[in-house]
């Protein structure tokens, strides 16, 4: 038992041994890298023969880790050079004994005091590996002579910081190691500048808290960039660097092992707008296993890619679970991928992000969407304001709110469930904003009328519930509304019932006329039509009445005021005032010799003015008294009766037409002595007087002027005077 045991142990070292062996024995052949300009590799013949079970690890692959220069395989063939110190703060210069130039060489120092690297080590350019491990270097320096330069080690120093001009001329640069340097910044692009051709890069135990984007993307091909080991919790990109979609960025690995990562990679944030894209660019992945992993949104994107491509990307991924939110602490991330579980991925927003007070908010990747749930918290209006986002699915219900109001992130919503509260009123904008496909639900509210705007939305996907409303002729889109679209189909979203004066009636069971009558219809718009046209015409007569109304006045006086109590009891001096303008010669001479004489001679007392005043009156008072004095007016109209300019004439009328307003069985008796027409007359009661031809035309007289006169003055004297005064008149024209 004991030998058997001792005979398995001894084949297994030397079948170890022999595998051993086989490594060392392995052929090194030329190899010229794809993508880099190095002809002086060679890559191991056996060990990196591709493996077909291993689609994704090629020789190539291979090779840009395991190749190894031709002068280290098979044994170091560099000239190793000499170092002696010049001055005891750390300075030191490089010599060789051996003379031949064209060798290559290498420089090793390591646990001394260098403080620099050697002044004079542009005087070997071929060197092509210096390794400066656990010195007292704090920068780089210039090596920019070093164009041979392959692999350079500066680890265990005290190097803090790395700018993106250090390397750049170091065109053949194959391995770089700064580990346990205290190193706190690597600039932008310092190891990925398009002149570089690093293979490996190793910045593990450092001290930088975060890392540059483009120092983890080459487009030259490499094996592992690790950054393992330091504290970086975020990735930055100062100097925006963009991922080209058009280009092809190979490589290996990234090496994010032991940082403070709690979130994969977000490309998004780095300006890659499509995650998919990644797949085809990028053909190497990251290694970050030990994270604490948040499964929030930003990971989300990553697990709705191809298998495959998650895979590659994210190496370790088969392998990670979830470390927050607490709820779903340890299940793994591809347990929750095969479940279908990918709407658990949520970040939730909080009141920075305008979510509003007590209210839950969350962006939610895999539908696409943002929620913002207020259910119950007391709301009496719609929030003033929410999360920004496209699809914004609101829940508003179980509260207090009465007023559906305008609200411009009404505009971005998918779904919006107003139900359970007390809206008895909409703002017609805030409808007007709803998405025409918004999936809507009011239901248990207090309104009773449904806004017309609604009309616009599909009823399949409206739900308003049981709601009673106002039937009119306002409502009667309802029903068209649902009978054209399908309402029927949905009859569980929403039903309609008329509170009219015969009870409650389903909307789809109404008839039109129930709802809106037609012959009221008819009737209010005649009687609109009546009331329109009855108030221009009032609106007409006043015009009338106002522009004619001394022809009214007349016209009213004569048939409706005739006032047969006024008798003629009271004594008058004269029977009729004369007024004429005494200076159109003419018409004194007429006045005078003929119409007075006439009247006189037939017994009437009459007052002339230009005859009867006493001399040395006060004219106006005289006028006065003898106006009141009169039974009638007898006014002989001619060019200058009425003039602009006052004249005695304006005086007398003014105080006759006074007179004969006050007095009701005064009378004024026209005589168109210059035959002037209604327009030629420049006072609106004298117009009056001759357009309704109550004048007595002078110059058309059929001979009878002084009978008419007569007739006039006698018209309103007692009435059984007429027929003995027309026998007088008749006598008196003969
Ligand atoms: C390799 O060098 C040639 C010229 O020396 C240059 O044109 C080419 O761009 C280089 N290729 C790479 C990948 O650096
Ligand atoms: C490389 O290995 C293959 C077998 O794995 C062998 O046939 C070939 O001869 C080797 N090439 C060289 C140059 O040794
Ligand atoms: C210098 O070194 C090269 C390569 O190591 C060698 O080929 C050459 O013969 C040497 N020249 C002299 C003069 O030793
Ligand atoms: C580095 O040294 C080269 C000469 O070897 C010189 O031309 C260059 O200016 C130096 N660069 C810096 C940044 O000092
Ligand atoms: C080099 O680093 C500086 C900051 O240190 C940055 O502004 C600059 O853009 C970087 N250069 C390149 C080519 O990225
Ligand atoms: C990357 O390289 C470092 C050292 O060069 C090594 O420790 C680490 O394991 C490598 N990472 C991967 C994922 O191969
Ligand atoms: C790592 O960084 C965090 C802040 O990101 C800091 O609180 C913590 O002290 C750092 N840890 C170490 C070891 O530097
Ligand atoms: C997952 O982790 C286990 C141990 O924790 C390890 O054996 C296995 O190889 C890992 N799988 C992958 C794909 O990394
Ligand atoms: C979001 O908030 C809810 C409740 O506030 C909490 O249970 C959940 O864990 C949070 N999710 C994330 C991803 O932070
Ligand atoms: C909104 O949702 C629809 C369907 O879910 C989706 O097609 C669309 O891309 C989403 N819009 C945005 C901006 O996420
Ligand atoms: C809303 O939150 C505040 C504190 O943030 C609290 O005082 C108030 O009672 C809450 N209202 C409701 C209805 O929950
Ligand atoms: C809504 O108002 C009623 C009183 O009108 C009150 O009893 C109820 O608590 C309120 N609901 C909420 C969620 O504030």
């Given at each position: 038992m004991k030998y058997a045991l001792l005979t398995v142990l001894i084949l297994v070292e030397i079948s170890s041994v022999y595998s051993q062996l086989r490594y060392w024995n392995d052929e090194f052949v030329p190899w010229i890298p794809?993508?880099?300009?190095?002809?002086?590799m060679k890559c191991p013949n056996?060990?990196?023969?591709?493996?077909?079970?291993?689609?994704?690890?090629?020789r190539e692959d291979c090779c840009v880790c395991r190749a190894k220069p031709l002068?280290?395989?098979?044994v170091d063939t560099t000239v190793r050079l000499q170092l002696e110190y010049t001055?005891?703060?750390g300075m030191a210069v490089v010599f060789s004994e051996?003379?031949?130039?064209s060798q290559y060489y290498s420089l090793y120092h390591s646990q001394g005091y260098l403080?620099?690297?050697?002044?004079?080590?542009?005087?070997?350019?071929?060197?092509v590996r210096i390794d400066l491990q656990?010195?007292?270097?704090?920068e780089v320096g210039?090596?920019?002579?070093?164009?041979?330069?392959d692999t350079l080690d500066l680890s265990?120093?005290?190097?803090?910081f790395i700018g993106n001009?250090?390397?750049?001329?170091?065109?053949?640069?194959r391995e770089l190691r700064v580990t346990?340097?205290?190193?706190?910044a690597l600039a932008p692009a310092t190891i990925t500048a398009s002149s570089l051709q690093i293979f490996k890069a190793d910045f593990s135990y450092?001290?930088?808290?975060s890392i540059e984007f483009s120092n983890m993307i080459s487009e030259s091909d490499f094996c592992n960039i690790t950054f393992a080991?330091?504290?970086?919790?975020k990735i930055v990109n100062t100097n925006n660097f963009e991922i080209d979609p058009n280009k092809n960025y190979r490589g290996g690995i990234v090496d994010l092992v032991?940082?403070?990562?709690?979130?994969?990679?977000?490309f998004e944030k780095l300006g890659?707008?499509?995650?998919?894209i990644l797949g085809k660019v990028l053909s190497y992945g990251f290694v970050m296993p030990d994270v604490k992993w948040t499964c929030d949104c930003h990971m989300e994107p990553y697990l709705e890619l191809a298998e495959d491509v998650i895979k590659r990307i994210w190496r370790d991924y088969f392998n990670i679970s979830c470390w927050n939110p607490p709820e779903y602490r340890g299940k793994t991330i591809p347990d929750i991928v095969k479940e279908g579980r990918?709407?658990?991925?949520i970040c939730n927003l909080t009141e920075v992000d305008k979510?509003?007070?007590?209210c839950t908010c969350f962006t939610q990747p895999k539908e696409r969407r943002t929620v913002v749930d207020c259910s119950d918290?007391?709301?009496?209006?719609?929030?003033?304001y929410v999360p920004q986002g496209n699809n914004l699915t609101l829940i508003f219900k179980?509260?207090?709110?009465t007023h559906f109001g305008n609200r411009s992130y009404l505009k971005d919503a998918t779904v919006l469930d107003m139900s359970g509260n007390k809206v008895a009123s909409f703002s017609p904008e805030a409808i007007e904003m709803l998405p025409d496909d918004i999936a809507l639900n009011f239901a248990?509210?207090?309104?009773k009328k449904v806004p017309r705007?609604?009309?616009?939305?599909n009823p399949c996907k409206s739900k308003f519930g049981d709601v009673t409303i106002d039937c009119n002729c306002d409502t009667e889109w309802i029903k068209h509304w649902a009978d054209n679209r399908g309402l029927k189909q949905c009859s569980n979203m929403s039903s309609y019932v008329c509170e009219t004066d015969h009870g409650l009636i389903p909307v789809d069971e109404i008839s039109t006329d129930d709802i809106c009558k037609q012959e009221n219809f008819m009737i209010t718009s005649i009687i609109s039509i009546i009331l329109s046209l009855l108030s221009t015409l009032i609106v007409i007569i006043f015009g009338v009445v106002y522009l004619f109304r001394y022809e009214v006045y007349l016209l009213q006086r004569k048939y409706?005021?005739?006032?047969?109590?006024?008798?003629?009891?009271c004594f008058l001096k004269y029977d009729a005032f004369v007024s004429f303008n005494d200076e159109n010669d003419e018409l004194r001479m007429w006045v005078l010799n003929v119409l007075v004489r006439h009247l006189e001679a037939s017994g009437y007392r009459l007052f002339v003015p230009c005859r009867?005043?006493?001399?040395?009156?006060i004219k106006e008072e005289e006028i006065l008294e003898q106006i009141i004095n009169s039974r009638k007016y007898l006014i002989i109209l001619c060019?200058?009766?009425?003039?602009?300019d006052i004249t005695w004439t304006q005086i007398e009328w003014k105080y006759i037409w006074c007179h004969f307003r006050q007095c009701m069985e005064r009378n004024i008796i026209v005589i168109n002595f210059d035959h002037l027409g209604t327009s030629e007359q420049p006072d609106q009661k004298l117009r009056a007087f001759v357009r309704l031809g109550y004048d007595i035309d002078f110059s058309n007289r059929k001979h009878d002027l002084i009978f008419t006169v007569k007739l006039r003055l006698e018209l309103?004297?007692?009435?059984?005077?007429s027929m003995e005064t027309k026998r007088l008149n008749s006598w008196d024209t003969i």
């Open positions: 794809k993508y880099a300009n190095r002809t002086y056996k060990s990196c023969t591709p493996d077909p079970l291993k689609h994704q690890w090629t002068w280290e395989v098979p001055r005891r703060n051996e003379q031949n130039k403080s620099q690297i050697p002044i004079n080590i542009c005087d070997f350019p071929n060197i656990s010195n007292q270097l704090t210039n090596l920019s002579c070093l164009s041979m330069l265990y120093n005290k190097i803090h001009d250090t390397f750049l001329s170091l065109t053949n640069l346990h340097n205290g190193l706190k450092n001290d930088m808290d080991s330091n504290n970086i919790s032991g940082n403070s990562f709690t979130t994969f990679i977000d890659i707008t499509d995650i998919a990918l709407d658990i991925f979510c509003p007070q007590n918290v007391g709301l009496t209006e719609l929030p003033p179980n509260n207090n709110i248990d509210n207090n309104f705007a609604f009309q616009t939305l409706f005021l005739r006032n047969p109590a006024s008798k003629v009891g009867d005043l006493p001399p040395g009156s060019d200058y009766y009425q003039q602009n309103h004297l007692k009435v059984y005077f």
